[in-house]
């Protein structure tokens, strides 16, 4: 049974970078058939896409934190990391690890064939980080 | 991006009931690419529905999703006492993925 786990600090300061691993136990994160992805959700709201990894290294991030976020994968580890900088208090939330069924391929504004992530099956239990000195 | 707005906000039935829950796109999300998740207080969301109205695995049949374009629907045929939770849909047609804000389903 596949199994994600997030860890990290539960308290970052202002100003300061979050970071979290999400560990895959139970499956390979280098499998051709997944992605992997970050939501985060703050307390009593919805759910908000952070960003997502391929194993292979390519990046798909939500334009409204692509600026502050960057999410890497460690194969050799079975991990994949988030780092959020310039963090403040709206930051402040439950953030899950998950699994994507793959990805899609559609077409930009622009006319480009755009990659995105698909529905998300198996998730962490999520981590609460809060942003407070 | 794609807005959904997910309606009624708060939904209450009682068990054996049927529930209606509806997810509406700003614009048309792509080849059905939207999904439906379960989330309880302190649980992760459990992935429901995935391409409009295919069952994530384990799913009960009582599940099902229907729609297309910018239309989308979740209907749970007979309630159950555990299916009382927040329901969000997600579209992954087109980047970014974004979620809906959320259908709250409480016992009448």
New interface residues.
């Given amino acids: 049974q596949l199994q994600l786990q997030e860890s990290g600090p539960g308290l970052v300061k202002p100003s300061e970078t979050l970071s979290l691993t999400c560990t895959v136990s139970g499956g390979s994160i280098s499998s051709s058939s997944y992605y992997w992805g970050w939501i985060r959700q703050p307390p009593g709201k919805?759910?908000?896409?952070i960003g997502s990894i391929y194993y292979s290294g390519s990046t798909?991030?939500?334009?409204?934190l692509k600026s502050r976020v960057t999410i890497s994968v460690d194969t050799s580890k079975n991990q994949f990391s988030l780092k959020l900088s310039s963090v403040t208090a709206a930051d402040t939330a439950v953030y899950?690890c998950?699994r994507h069924?793959g990805a899609?391929e559609?077409?930009?504004g622009a006319g480009d064939i755009?990659v995105?992530?698909?529905?998300?099956?198996y998730?962490?239990?999520?981590t609460l980080v809060t942003v407070s000195s | 991006?794609i807005v959904l707005t997910q309606s009624p906000g708060t939904l209450s039935l009682s068990p054996g009931e049927r529930a209606t829950l509806s997810c509406r796109a700003s614009q048309s999300v792509?080849?059905s690419?939207l999904?439906w998740?379960q989330q309880k207080p302190g649980?992760?969301?459990?992935?429901l529905i995935?391409?409009a109205s295919s069952r994530?695995?384990g799913i009960p049949d009582r599940f099902s999703g229907s729609g297309s374009g910018t239309d989308f629907t979740l209907t749970i045929s007979r309630l159950e006492p555990e299916d009382f939770a927040v329901y969000?849909c997600?579209q992954?047609?087109?980047?970014?993925?974004?979620?809906?804000?959320?259908t709250k389903l409480e016992i009448k």
Avoid: C, H, I, K
Avoid at chain 1, 46 to 49: F, P, R, V
């Fill in positions: 919805g759910l908000e896409w798909y991030y939500n334009p409204s899950y998950a069924r899609v559609t077409y930009s755009v995105v992530p698909a529905a998300l099956d998730w962490g239990q999520g | 991006e792509s080849s690419y999904a998740y649980q992760a969301p459990r992935l995935y391409g994530a695995t969000y997600q992954y047609g087109s980047s970014p993925v974004t979620f809906g804000q959320g």
